[in-house]
T-cell receptor, first 111, second 113 residues
Framework: LAKTTQPISMDSYEGQEVNITCSHNNIATNDYITWYQQFPSQGPRFIIQGYKTKVTNEVASLFIPADRKSSTLSLPRVSLSDTAVYYC????????????FGQGTELSVKP | DVKVTQSSRYLVKRTGEKVFLECVQDMDHENMFWYRQDPGLGLRLIYFSYDVKMKEKGDIPEGYSVSREKKERFSLILESASTNQTSMYLCATGQDVGYNEQFFGPGTRLTVL
């Protein structure tokens, strides 16, 4: 199973764009890249998923370079309510639906 | 909107007690999962189920069992609670066997004294 590495913590200010990069050097051909967000005392919440190039939704963008060995979650113009832990996950259909969570990145947004 | 509910937000039990954690979902999802989350260890999968009466061990099944008698309900059972099972327990559901979005419940913070 592909292991992911991401920064333990990041600080930002309201209104800034935040980019969180995740390394997954041994990603398999059939693996997807997924990001979850978790607020304190809540369960994780799906943000975005991609396979290659760029994916954008109403919450975030996900940039995946051609070699797929890393990915970057981009949060545009963060607010205080974006303070949370962000998890990068890599996996595919052969995992039987199992998610492998790493340590995540604790994002702190300051006023 | 998918709704995943867990029977309790906070629970305090004594060592040796049998503990039941219940999870109910309202979206007819086939897959259901139980995780525990501990500081520094992240989320770890305990058990999961693809269908009624089916169960599979996750990464840390020791000391736990599960029951899925109905599609919408997945129970986690601590046969004899121990202090090292003090943790946040999270239930999740997913639509099918593929690598798809999982929907998490709010969690149950269990303290075993």
């Amino acid at each position: 199973l592909a292991k992911t590495t991401q920064p333990i913590s990041m600080d930002s200010y309201e209104g800034q764009e935040v980019n969180i990069t995740c390394s997954h050097n041994n990603i398999a051909t059939n693996d997807y890249i997924t990001w979850y967000q978790q607020f304190p005392s809540q369960g994780p919440r799906f943000i975005i998923q991609g396979y290659k190039t760029k994916v954008t939704n109403e919450v975030a963008s996900l940039f995946i370079p051609a070699d797929r060995k890393s990915s970057t979650l981009s949060l545009p113009r963060v607010s205080l309510s974006d303070t949370a832990v962000y998890y990068c996950l890599v996996g595919g259909d052969n995992q039987g639906g199992k998610l492998i969570f790493g340590q995540g990145t604790e994002l702190s947004v300051k006023p | 909107d998918v709704k995943v509910t867990q029977s309790s937000r906070y629970l305090v039990k004594r060592t040796g007690e049998k503990v039941f954690l219940e999870c109910v979902q309202d979206m007819d999802h086939e897959n259901m999962f139980w995780y525990r989350q501990d500081p520094g260890l992240g989320l770890r999968l305990i058990y999961f189920s693809y269908d009624v009466k089916m169960k599979e061990k996750g990464d840390i099944p020791e000391g736990y069992s599960v029951s899925r008698e109905k599609k919408e309900r997945f129970s986690l059972i601590l046969e004899s609670a121990s202090t090292n099972q003090t943790s946040m327990y999270l239930c999740a559901t997913g639509q099918d066997v593929g690598y798809n979005e999982q929907f998490f419940g709010p969690g149950t913070r269990l303290t075993v004294l």
